[in-house]
């Protein structure tokens, strides 16, 4: 068995001509833009480069684009007031501070301060516990990438078993959620956890999001399985000479492949999806704060 990769990059370029279709259809309605607010504090280079990715397809898919970007010295209240200031203004359906955020800010008690309804992240507690009881709200976009990437392949997904490898509040936990939403029988999975391979074995969807480089091998995955690979990981390429490095996965890609029945790639797995998520929920907290149901979800 060879498994068929589930390819991010056409699956989210779909998911971005949907929101810019329903995006121009907010704006007739409304007569302006639905706007996404992002916050970048400091200089570092994966953020900065991570944040002109996103102004990009933000305006690439008609949405609006408002950045601010402050100072890596800048004071916790300083940023809380601009979170504040984001909160009242109308023109703002979504807001997205990137983390990581320098060491004198607390990042929980930003996240807390973003009102519930402009956090296109899904990280406001509130947000949490809405995906908890499943009375709506917006979830956090990598998890939901994942699902539909999953659900372009298998989309009747009860009944099945899946284990999440790892527990954080950006990933593990909210895809568990997103699981025993659809009907799956849930392990969560972390470094406590006994015998990882042979839980790995029972389960026909593997969601590894744990950080550590092609640690899930191709004797851990279940024949037939789906694998959904979120790490990404950058380690040393020395056939491509000394000093390069190369992008992997959580999984050990190949050895996967020859076992599974579906397995995304990495990069241009569940990558590019994050971002085209992000969009949808802007679109959404638009939307729900207008009264206005959108079809993207």
Known sequence: ????????????????????????????????????AVVLVGNDPASQVYVRSKIKMTTEAGLRSIEHVLP???????????VEKLNADPT????????????????????????PDKDVDG?????????????????????????????????????LEAIVLGRSNIVGKPMAQLLLAESCTVTVAHSRSRDLPALCRRADI?????????????????????VIDVGINRVPDPASGEGKTKLVGDVA???????????????????????????????????MRRGWESPVF
């Not at 703002?92 to 009102?115: E, F, R, T």
């Not at 020859?258 to 994050?274: D, Y």
Request: aromatic share 4%; proline share 7%.
């Open 1 to 36: 068995m060879t498994a068929q990769w589930i390819d991010g990059k056409v699956i989210a370029a779909t998911l971005r001509e949907k929101v810019a279709r329903q995006a121009a259809h907010y704006k007739s309605m409304h007569g302006q833009q639905a706007g996404l």
């Open 72 to 82: 890596a010295e800048t004071a916790e209240a300083d940023l809380l007031a601009l």
């Open 92 to 115: 703002v359906d979504g807001i997205l501070v990137q983390l990581p955020l320098p060491p004198q800010i607390n990042a929980d008690k930003v996240i807390a301060a973003i009102h």
């Open 123 to 159: 990280f406001h507690p509130v947000n949490v516990g809405r995906l908890a009881t499943g009375t709506g709200g917006l979830v956090p976009c990598t998890p939901l990438g994942s699902l539909m990437l999953l659900k372009t392949v298998q989309p009747d997904l009860s009944g």
């Open 206 to 226: 593997v969601v590894a999001a744990v950080g550590r480089p092609e640690m899930v091998r191709g004797d851990w995955i279940k024949a037939g399985a789906i």
């Open 253 to 287: 890609f190949a050895e996967a492949a020859a076992k599974a029945s579906f397995i995304t790639p990495v990069p241009g797995g569940v990558g590019p999806m994050t971002i085209a998520c992000l969009l949808a929920n802007c679109l959404k907290a638009a939307a």
